[in-house]
Structure formats: C-alpha cells, structure tokens
C-alpha cells in the first residue's frame, strides 16, 4: 500500500464502520497497520471496533426516511424533525444516523441538554465518528460546558485531523472562555485545511478585534464577506469597528 493511499484507506475505514460495514472496516484497518504497524488513528479505529463490539444490531431505516428527515432539517422544519426521529429512535435504538440527526435538530432548537444526551449516544454506539463529538462539543459549549467542549472537540481532531468545522468550533470555544491566543491557533489550523472557510475567517476577526488588533480584524472580516457576500454576521462585524 503506497503512502498516499493511507489518507484514502483511514476515511474508507471510518466510513464503513459509520455505515455498520463493521468487517469491512476491521479489513482496511489490519491491512493499514500491516504495512505501518504505528498508525495511529488505524490502531485507534481498529482498537474502538473490538472495545465497543458495534457489530452486534446495528440497524438504520432505509436511505429515503434518512433523506427526508435531512431535508426537513434543511427546510427549518426542526419540530417535525425532532418528532420523526424521536419515534424512529424507539424503532432504530442503534440507528448512530438517527440520533446524530436528533441531537443536531436540538442543537438548533436550543434543547443543548436534550442534544448533549442524544449526541453521547451517537459517541457510545460509535467512538470513531468524528462527526458526532464534532456536534456534542457544540451542545456542550451552549451549555457554557467549555473545558468538556475543547476535550471533546480535541476527541473529534484525533480521529479526523483534517477536520476544519471542529477546529473552527474549538476556536468559538476558547474565544469564549477568554483565551483569545489559542483560538487564532484553531482558527489558523482550520484555515489551513480550508482557506475559503468564510465562518472561521470571521470567527478569526471576533478573536483579533478582541486582542486590539482591529487593522488585521477587518482584514479578516473583509475576507469572510469576499468569500460570502451575503455572511450578514461578518458585515455586522466590520460596520462595528
């Protein structure tokens, strides 16, 4: 297995143990570490499969009742959606799609403790879904739970290092709890993974402008707007300075 086919092997792997392929998974791992016995995030990958045993009654409804709950979230029909998925969790109890799309929808609705319970059931059936930490640090920093927030963002990074939401959430965070320097290093991390990300650029203008650095904080908001024009949070920003 060539070096560059590791990235594309570890997301495969991840992918199927997210959509309960759990053997498959368990084949992309043990082939990964034959070839590099030290990988880490293939040892850790493997290591959750046997610690939490998620191949026994994993169960999800079919793919047009996951479509239409997703469509409904996009819509903003979020009671609808809380409604549905919280009778398909009695149907579906392993259903780690199910109850990441519930604990999003509390997230919306500002039900943080509701989404915070759903959102560690999405972590328990499934440890290596960097997505579902991604969202309980979310719930947990509206909760003003910040130091369980970053951990739990850090816990997202570990599996997915190249994931820019979580690093642009782990900044939010530590912008929130006042330590203004390790968020520009979040910023700064998710940017570099994707500099077109218009919310981490603003978020970096928030962080600068609080350090007193207003020239480089417009700098900052001027890039978000030049990415999305229509980003009113960024425009409301610089008309304040």
């Known amino acids: 297995m060539p070096n560059f086919s590791v990235e594309q092997s570890l997301m495969k792997a991840k ?15 043990e082939t990964i570490l034959k070839k590099f016995s030290n990988n880490l995030r293939a040892q850790q990958g493997l290591a959750a499969l ?23 979230y996009n819509q903003g029909q979020f009671a609808v959606v809380v409604d549905q998925a919280e009778a398909l969790t009695k149907q579906y109890p392993t259903s780690i799609l199910i109850w990441n799309i519930l604990g999003a929808t509390y997230i919306a609705r500002g ?9 560690q059931k999405v972590t328990e059936l499934n440890p290596n879904y960097d997505i579902g930490f991604n969202n309980l640090g979310i719930a947990l920093k509206n909760q003003g739970r910040l130091d369980e927030a970053v951990e739990t963002f850090q816990k997202a990074l570990l599996i997915n290092p190249l994931s820019y939401e979580a690093f642009n959430n782990m900044g939010n965070t530590l912008q929130n709890n006042g330590k203004l320097d390790d968020a520009i290093k979040a910023y700064n991390e998710a940017l570099f993974i994707k500099p077109n990300h218009a919310h981490s650029h603003n978020n970096m203008g928030g962080a600068l402008e609080h350090k007193g650095k207003i020239e480089e904080a417009i700098v900052s908001y001027k890039k978000s707007i030049s990415l999305n024009p229509t980003y009113a949070y960024a425009h409301q920003n610089i008309c304040y300075l």
């Open 50 to 72: 046997k610690k939490y045993n998620i191949n026994k009654n994993i169960q999800n409804p079919p793919q047009e009742v996951i479509d239409q709950l997703v469509n409904l």
């Open 111 to 119: 039900f943080f403790v509701k989404a915070t319970e759903a959102l």
């Open 15 to 29: 992918s199927c143990a997210y959509k309960g392929e759990i053997i498959e998974a368990q084949k992309l791992y």
